[in-house]
């Protein structure tokens, strides 16, 4: 037993043999390349270039599970003690290779074929075919242009949210019970504010928001009738349910204001307004920002509500590109145009969420 | 049966004690009956699985489904030795919808398992998972199930490509095919000629209206000013469907006091099954007594959809859209869960078209508010009929009720044909599920199932077991006549036809919007989506699937 150095950390020997090192590095090569050939053969017995091959993929799975164990045993055997440092991190990194960029790589592969599930032949390349009926696609533009009114009505739905966080960081009667009350809707699953209120509540004969509506005057009340009123209600479902989320955050950041700057503008004068204008809300756009881009990135997604009460009608008016994409992909099994669409539309939420937080980056900083 | 169906049922006739007693008493004396007893001992076996667990007393259990298929292991005893089977495992993949299905399915085989020494092993899946599950299964070349509880409409993508097995002559014999009420006959459930399907279940639209409506003085007379002159009595043309409809336009319902309304045609898709609801309006024009296709021409896919008789049909339905008060507000958001559920059975408008369910729910249901006063009947006909092959318009009248979605049967996949054995303890496990006995079960008592046998329309049986004659007629008798209709609309058995309904979704609604100029631009847009389905799916194979589908 070793009485010298460093004792507390060291609990291998680090002097490692070259046959050792010749042993680890020939277990990754021999696993990789074996890893690689029958992927190799597989893909060649799948476009029928060879006569025989396995069932299915799964040999090659073995394989590339065989070939990740030895390399991170491999680390091990090669650099010691550092390579078990190493073991610490590299089964996640193989793990989100195998399951994040292995699987986006294939949907991308997948989004220039012509993959109809019902089709005799499976799946065919088409190179640039699912582009050019993307580009032709009303159904598709139209959706988009709905994307960008729903991404609008965040801009109201945090002007909502802030009043409400503003009322409840004021000392009112009955605030714990308002700031319980108020997040309710935030538990709610959105298929259950679809069925409840989409489907009960506003159900034109017998729902109390239609006996409301008649109440108030509006003789036959239609919530969904037309284009505007159905995108409208969408609207208005969808930020019932999430302004909470923005006011919670909001709240937070209300709270977490010094208070000795507020109160240094009272005792300079400042009304109530002018309090809130010019010490309040520039320094709380940091939070603000934040409350907005998570929410835009909430809206993207945007798809059960429409899915369940409109299906995207009438005529398109309400279909977000998520529902349309659902429609195209499920009910028509019609997988290469339906993954295409949805990778421009990654690349439409990656283009767009970089721009705005580049955009919203200035905002970020609170003020000096 | 369906088991919201059977709930209802038995609340609404208020199965008391008493009443039990006397359905009992009435099974008691028919089978007291030493003529009927001795001479047919089959009638006396129907009448004691009625008898499990007995109607109104309670929902049945899983012991009662061993029972029963306990009971109705005597077809199978005929056909295989005891312990035939040992050391066969079978897969089956099915539904568990509403808890039945694969859970009856278990049930009703346990015994069969016990005598034949065959395992079966479950695959369950919700209805939503269930056409992703089997067209990837398909499509990747993953098919690990022997056996499979599958629509109708889904026959094209798996017998098309010849995945599943031959039905066996032994297995017709066992589940007497000849009983089937003559849609689910040949060509349904045939590929080239060749039979694959089981029968479970019948599936048909029938027409429901508002018997009061009819019966109203007030209307009535307003109807000798305002009408055309015919008699103020229930439709049974498409034409007059229209005329009631753009008459009962600002009319009072006499049952609520509030607006009165036509024909309620669900306006919004409903994954694809929206569209049955268009080829209800649409059949009577379109399917010629002479032509057993409908919605493609048969030699070269061109969709018939944008013909002059599916443009009748949508363009009655933009009339009505264009028509005053035609229709409840929002009536562009409605499906057709909300046509026969929110409206129809609440009372609001005047005529319908659905599936059995709404015509027996509208006596049972807690929310229906119309028992008393609906009347039933096959889907209204035309006054006139296309005829695709003269490419002209016929007058003479014409009735073509539509068999939407065909119903559920059991499929044994190829995958059994390489093993003799195998091959004969799937076809058993299917031909035990399809068998005479256990469907008269399926129908009465919550199985999720409708009668698809003319044997299930025995009233008599149904009475002697304890249900309300007069209702079972009326519940049964528009489907029965649909069922066995000489110019029905059956579905075309191809590969995606939910591809094709989902799109014409799609379009009808931006029709219906507006976002079209007329009824024959949608009914373009709606072929010119079809068209390139077709061409993406692969038109010939699409061409040789369908007239195989025809029989042709």
């Keep these: 037993m070793t009485t010298e150095g460093d004792l507390l950390h060291t609990v291998t020997s680090e002097r490692i043999s070259a046959l050792r090192r010749r042993a680890g590095r020939s277990l990754v090569w021999v696993t990789g390349l074996g890893f690689l050939a029958i992927a190799l053969w597989q893909g060649l017995y799948s476009f029928q270039k060879v006569g025989w091959g396995f069932d299915t993929w799964r040999p090659v799975l073995f394989a590339y599970l065989v070939w990740a164990t030895a390399l991170c045993a491999a680390q091990v055997i090669v650099r010691g003690e550092a390579g078990k440092r190493t073991l610490f991190i590299l089964p996640a990194v193989l793990f989100v290779v195998s399951l994040v960029v292995f699987p986006l790589l294939f949907g991308l592969y997948i989004s220039f074929t012509d993959w109809n599930l019902a089709s005799q032949d499976g799946m065919k390349p088409n190179g640039l075919d699912n582009l050019r009926q993307m580009w032709n696609d009303t159904f598709f533009w139209n959706a988009l242009k709905n994307m960008i009114y729903y991404v609008l009505a965040v801009l109201v739905e945090y002007a909502i949210a802030f009043g409400l966080a503003v009322l409840l960081n004021a000392q009112i009667r009955g605030r714990k019970f308002f700031r319980v009350a108020f997040l309710l809707p935030l538990m709610l699953s959105p298929v259950a504010v679809s069925w409840m209120i989409g489907k009960s509540m506003m159900e034109i004969r017998f729902g109390p928001l239609a006996r409301l509506a008649r109440e108030l005057g509006w003789d036959r009340p239609s919530f969904f009738g037309t284009p505007e009123m159905a995108r409208f209600t969408i609207m208005a479902m969808d930020a019932w349910t999430f302004i909470p989320f923005m006011m919670i955050m909001l709240l937070a950041g209300l709270q977490a204001l010094p208070k000795e700057v507020i109160e240094a503008s009272k005792v300079d004068g400042a009304t109530p307004w002018q309090s809130f204008r010019e010490v309040i809300f520039p320094l709380m756009l940091p939070v603000s920002v934040t409350a907005i881009v998570i929410r835009i990135i909430f809206k993207l997604k945007l798809a059960d509500i429409i899915i369940n009460v409109t299906s995207g009608g009438p005529g398109g008016a309400t279909d977000s590109v998520t529902s349309f994409i659902f429609r195209e992909y499920r009910d028509r099994s019609n997988v290469g145009y339906g993954t295409l669409l949805a990778m421009v539309y990654l690349v439409l939420i990656v283009i767009f969420i970089t721009l705005l937080l580049k955009f919203a980056s200035r905002f970020l900083e609170r003020p000096q | ?552």
Excluded at chain 2, 463 to 487: F, K, M, T, V
């Design chain 2, 1 to 552: 049966m369906k088991v919201e169906l059977y709930n209802r049922i038995c609340a609404a006739q208020k199965l008391s004690r008493r009443r039990m007693l006397q359905g009992s008493a009435a099974l008691g004396a028919a089978l007291a009956m030493p003529k009927v007893a001795l001479a047919d001992s089959h009638a006396k076996l129907r009448a004691e699985i009625l008898k499990i667990p007995g109607v109104g007393a309670g929902s049945p259990t899983d012991a009662d489904w061993q029972k029963v298929g306990e009971m109705v292991l005597g077809a199978t005893k005929a056909n295989v030795a005891e312990g035939e089977f040992k050391g066969v495992e079978l897969t089956f993949m099915g539904l568990n919808n509403q808890n039945l299905h694969n859970f009856l399915f278990r049930g009703f085989l346990k015994p069969w398992e016990a005598y034949t020494g065959a395992k079966i092993n479950w695959i369950d899946l919700a209805q939503a998972d269930y056409n992703a599950r089997l067209q990837q299964s398909i499509a990747t070349g993953t098919v690990d199930f022997d056996i499979i509880e599958m629509g109708a409409p889904f026959e094209g993508d798996v017998l098309g490509k010849g995945l599943a097995s031959e039905m066996p002559g032994w297995v017709r014999d066992q589940i007497d095919m000849n009983d089937y009420v003559d849609y689910l006959k040949a060509p349904v459930g045939t590929w080239d000629g060749k039979t694959y399907r089981v029968s479970i279940d019948g599936d048909c639209h029938t027409f429901s209206y508002r018997k009061d409506y009819y019966d109203n003085a007030d209307m009535a007379s307003a109807w000798a000013t305002e009408g055309d002159g015919s008699a103020w009595a229930p439709p049974k043309t498409w034409e007059m469907v229209q005329k009631h409809s753009k008459f009962l336009a600002g009319k009072t319902d006499p049952l609520t006091g509030l607006e009165a309304y036509g024909f309620l045609d669900p306006l919004k898709g409903w994954g694809g099954f929206g569209f049955y609801f268009l080829e209800d309006r649409a059949t009577p024009y379109a399917k010629h007594p002479g032509d057993p296709a409908w919605l493609f021409d048969p030699d070269t896919m061109k969709p018939r959809v944008n013909n002059p008789a599916f443009v009748q049909a949508i363009q009655d339905v933009m009339d009505l859209i264009a028509t005053p008060n035609a229709y409840p507000a929002d009536q562009i958001n409605a499906d057709p869960g909300t046509t026969a559920f929110q409206q129809f059975l609440a009372g609001t408008g005047g005529m319908l078209d659905w599936w059995g369910d709404v015509g027996s729910s509208a006596r049972t249901s807690d929310t229906s508010v119309v028992g008393d006063v609906v009347g039933f009947d096959i889907n209204p006909g035309s006054e006139k009929v296309w005829n695709s092959q003269t490419s002209s318009w016929e007058n003479t009248p014409n009735q073509s009720p539509n068999m939407a979605y065909l119903g559920w049967g059991i499929y044994v996949m190829a995958t059994v044909d390489s093993d003799t054995k195998k091959h004969k303890a799937a076809w058993s496990a299917a031909a035990h599920l399809g068998g005479k006995d256990i469907a008269l079960w399926m129908s009465a008592y919550p199985s999720g199932f409708q009668p698809y046998r003319n044997s299930q329309f025995n009233y008599d049986e149904w009475e002697a077991a304890g249900y309300d004659r007069a209702y079972i007629e009326d519940y049964l008798g528009s489907n029965l006549e649909s069922y066995n209709h000489p110019n029905a609309a059956i579905e075309p058995r191809i590969p995606g036809i939910f591809q094709y309904y989902s799109v014409a979704e799609d379009e009808l609604a931006k029709g219906y919007a507006g976002q079209y100029k007329s009824a024959q631009e949608t009914a373009d847009a709606i072929a010119a989506a079809w068209e390139k389905i077709t061409d993406q799916i692969g038109r010939e194979s699409q061409i040789k699937l369908y007239k195989a589908s025809l029989g042709i």
